[in-house]
């Protein structure tokens, strides 16, 4: 019952630390509650230690929910927590609060331009230094 208890915590958790990852600002709690009841539909497998160390990480250090990423797309695409923030974005995108959020906006060329630039650094930069905190948190193991 505690366990039960404690994960349910944890989904909360997860699902508001994916919101402000998101953008930029915590989902109501029926959208935590969404997201906790698709991940009992959806993970019923057994999860994996490094899965369960990477997804325990973020629960303890919402800071590094963003290098996780970073590192998980390029270190294992497919693992448990990209599958989490992918699960808590598409909740987001169908919500009308949310939904502009994931609309494509207009812009000049120019910006576009220096737009990718930024972005693609800070992406690289997120990679590289989340590569370290994956291998940290791949070890935590808690």
């Given at each position: ?116 630039f930024a972005h693609g650094t800070v ?6 230094l989340g590569a370290v905190v994956y291998a940290a948190a791949i070890r935590?193991?808690?």
């Amino acid at each position: 019952m505690r366990d039960d208890i404690e994960e349910l915590r944890g989904l909360e958790g997860e699902a508001r630390v994916f919101g402000r990852y998101l953008v930029g600002r915590e989902p109501p709690d029926e959208l935590v509650e969404r997201y906790r009841a698709a991940n009992a539909a959806i993970f019923t497998e057994p999860v994996g230690p490094e899965d369960a160390a990477l997804v325990a990480f973020v629960r303890r250090h919402a800071w590094s929910v963003s290098l996780l990423d970073a590192a998980s797309g390029l270190l294992r695409p497919g693992n448990l927590l990209r599958n989490k923030i992918l699960l808590m974005a598409a909740i987001l995108e169908t919500s009308p609060a949310f939904a502009d959020d994931f609309l494509p906006r207009n812009t000049g060329p120019l910006r576009l331009l220096l737009g990718v630039f930024a972005h693609g650094t800070v992406a690289v930069a997120r990679a590289v230094l989340g590569a370290v905190v994956y291998a940290a948190a791949i070890r935590s193991r808690a």
